[in-house]
C-alpha cells in the first residue's frame, strides 16, 4: 500500500511536505535518472518540483524513446518547475555549467550501474561500477550543502556487495550515517529501470474533446493536462495521482474564493464529473470504431 506524505512546518513556520528521507524544501539533485519516475514521484509527494534537478546520463531524445513514461514525467517534472538536464555524467558533474555553483541537501543515485558489460560477477565489470560510484561520491562530496547527505540505492547481494559501497564513500570523506531498506511503496509511480524498457502498446488515436475555456478547465487544469499526457497509455499510479490533481484544484478554489471555497469546489468537480462523461463516452465510442472498422 502507498504511504501518504506528511506535512510539516519549517522553523520559519512554512508548510514543508515529506516523502520517506526528502522534503519540499530541500534542494535535491538526482543523478543517473532512468525515467525519471523517481524525481517524479518526489514531485507529486510535494506537489511542486522548483527544489529538484533531476539528470540523466542519456539525451532527452534518447531517454523518451528508452522508456515508455519518460515523456510523460519529464513533462510533468517541467510543469511542476524542475530544473532537468540531460547529458549529465555522474563522474564530471561538479563541472557542469548548470551545476558547478549549485549545492544541495540531498544527492541522490538510485541503482547506480555502468552497464551490461558482462558477468555482474566478472571483476572488469566490477571495476566499471566501482568507478562510475567512486566518481559519483567524489563530485558529490564537493556540492553538499552544511548536513546534507549523498544517497545511494544499491543491492546487497553477490556480487553486488563487491562493490564495497562504504569504502568507496570513505575514500571520498563520505562517512556512513545510516543504511535504510528501500522500500518502494515509499514511492508511488517509481519504477526502477534496468536498461532497455519493452513498452506498453499505446492505443494511437485523437485525443478526446476537452473545452478548455470553462472555469471548471481553469480550477482543474492539472488534471486535464494529466489525462492529456497520459492518453492511451497504461497509468500505473492513477490512484495516487488522480487525487492530487484534484486536490491542486481545491487548493486553488481555496486560495482564489472570497465566499466558500468548498461550495465552489462541488460545484466545480459536479462539472468535471459531467465532463469526464462524455470524454468516456467519446473514447468508448472510439474504441468500438477501432475495434470494428466496418461496422461489423
Ligand atoms: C540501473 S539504472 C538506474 C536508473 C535510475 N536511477 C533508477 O533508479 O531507475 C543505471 C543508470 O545509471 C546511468 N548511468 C550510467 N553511467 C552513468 C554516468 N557516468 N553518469 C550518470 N549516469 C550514469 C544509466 O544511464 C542508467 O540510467
Known amino acids: 500500500m502507498a504511504r501518504i506524505p506528511w506535512e510539516s512546518y519549517d522553523n520559519y513556520g512554512v508548510n514543508v511536505k515529506w516523502a520517506k528521507h526528502y522534503c519540499s524544501n530541500h534542494q535535491i539533485l538526482l543523478v543517473g535518472e532512468g525515467d525519471f519516475s523517481f524525481s517524479y514521484s518526489l514531485a507529486m509527494a510535494f506537489g511542486d518540483a522548483s527544489n529538484i534537478v533531476a539528470t540523466s546520463l542519456d539525451s532527452y531524445d534518447v531517454v523518451i524513446k528508452k522508456y515508455e513514461r519518460a515523456k510523460a514525467n519529464l513533462d510533468i517534472l517541467y510543469r511542476f518547475g524542475a530544473q532537468l538536464l540531460h547529458g549529465v555524467d555522474a563522474t564530471k558533474m561538479k563541472l ?8 544541495f541537501d540531498r544527492i541522490v543515485y538510485n541503482f547506480p550501474h555502468a552497464g551490461f558489460l558482462g558477468k555482474e560477477y566478472d571483476n572488469r565489470v566490477i571495476t566499471k561500477h566501482k568507478n562510475l560510484v567512486c566518481g559519483f561520491f567524489k563530485n558529490a562530496s564537493r556540492m553538499l550543502r552544511p548536513y546534507g547527505e549523498v544517497h545511494v540505492s544499491h543491492k546487497t547481494a553477490y556480487p553486488f556487495n563487491l562493490w564495497n559501497i562504504e569504502e568507496l564513500a570513505s575514500q571520498n570523506s563520505l562517512s556512513l550515517f545510516e543504511h535504510v531498506k528501500f522500500e518502494i511503496e515509499d514511492y508511488p509511480g517509481y519504477n526502477n529501470k534496468r536498461g532497455e524498457e519493452r513498452g506498453y502498446p499505446n492505443i494511437v488515436m485523437n485525443h478526446a474533446p476537452i473545452v478548455n475555456n470553462s472555469q471548471c478547465y481553469w480550477v482543474f487544469r492539472e488534471y486535464f493536462d494529466h489525462a492529456l499526457l497520459t ?8 490512484f495516487h495521482s488522480v487525487p492530487h490533481m484534484l486536490r491542486i484544484g481545491f487548493e486553488r478554489c481555496r486560495a482564489e474564493s472570497n465566499v466558500n471555497p468548498s461550495n465552489d469546489y462541488i460545484s466545480h468537480l459536479k462539472e468535471l464529473q459531467c465532463v469526464c462523461k462524455r470524454r468516456l463516452a467519446y473514447l468508448q465510442n472510439r474504441l468500438l470504431e477501432i475495434d470494428q472498422p466496418y461496422g461489423l
Open 96 to 103: 557542469h555549467t548548470d551545476l558547478q555553483m549549485r549545492k
Open 231 to 238: 492518453y492511451g497509455q497504461a497509468d500505473d499510479y492513477i
